[in-house]
């Protein structure tokens, strides 16, 4: 495999993502790897300031113009930081293997490519409504996984959505669904708007790849959560 030269995301939501899968990974296998502990809990810290700022820039309705730029300043030094730790401590060290710098989407695969596989998989979606009209979606390739993650024959998660009163059935088909966006992490946020409280949330999901030839598998079935 070959080292990403941008591996960190320009989206705020991607690189949100990003960190805190990261951070969560390198937590779980410092000691095995080597890596001492005040460098970890740098980068811990960081993270700890970066997700509430984040939280708070991101909410269009309350934040102030002073919440967006203490967001982006410390984004801009945790970008850095993270640069400065992988350099260090990830890309070569011969106690991280391949497949876990590919978890944590610092590396790509440089072999030939190969025919895409036909996805007929189903993506298995979970939802957590975290407040403010906000949705954390987690989605896994494998019932028996333990964490989010991607279909090997897909680069994306195709997810369309609605928002109705209680007591409204969704719509039978996909098509159908009012709003539709996609995801490149299989785990992610889905913004509604703090003006969609109390509505039922329903959404349907796909794997697709986008590359040639383009790959679409089934949808799922509908999902739902109350917004909160």
Partial sequence: MAIKKRYIPL?????????????????????????????VAALVARRAEFEPLYTTAQNKTTRRRADVVAFRACRKTYEKEIRAFVKAWLINNPLVTDEQRSEMALTIRDTEPSPHPVITDIPIVALRVIGGGDIEARVKALKDQTRPSMHPAANLIDYRYVMLEIGDLPPANPEDYTK????????????VGAQNEGKRFYAVARWVNTTKPKQEGPWSEAITVVIA
């Avoid at 690189?15 to 899968?21: K, P, S």
């Avoid at 539709?180 to 913004?191: E, G, H, L, N």
């Fill in 11 to 39: 989206k705020d939501d991607d690189f949100f993502n990003f960190q805190g899968n990261l951070v969560n990974i390198v937590v779980t296998n410092a000691a095995g790897w080597g890596i001492p502990a005040p460098a």
């Fill in 180 to 191: 539709r966006d996609v995801s490149s992490r299989a785990k992610f946020i889905i913004r």
